[in-house]
Nanobody
């Protein structure tokens, strides 16, 4: 079992920055992938950023050049640095940890509780 705790959301003006954190505890030894997703009201949850097994990160086109996913192995924490925020970035952001096996398939995965990010114009 893996327990994820997210923090760092809030209200920010357009053009501002926020850093989200997702701290993991529990049995993370076989985890090989982490990602950030978001869900805006009335929309489906979408991938924002994803990294697997030390490979290069992948980003949604809408956030490339503005968001950065990173991790601190010593703290079992993954971050999402969000710069140049836009009102359309407003959503609940979720982190996801698990064992990714390719395509859109995960052997298992865990989700954080979500943190609200609101960007005002």
């Amino acid at each position: 079992q893996v327990h994820l705790v997210e923090s760092g959301g809030g209200l920010v003006q357009a053009g501002g920055s926020l850093r989200l954190s997702c701290a993991a505890s529990g049995n993370i030894f076989s985890v090989n992938a982490m990602g950030w997703y978001r869900q805006a009201p009335g929309k489906q949850r979408e991938l924002v950023a994803f990294v697997r097994g030390g490979g290069p990160p992948n980003y949604a086109d809408s956030v490339k050049g503005r968001f950065t996913i990173s991790g601190d192995n010593a703290k079992n924490t993954v971050y999402l640095q969000m710069n140049s925020l836009k009102p359309e970035d407003t959503a609940v952001y979720y982190c996801r940890w698990g064992r990714f096996i390719g395509g859109n398939s995960w052997q298992y995965d865990y989700w954080g509780q979500g943190t609200q990010v609101t960007v005002s114009s």
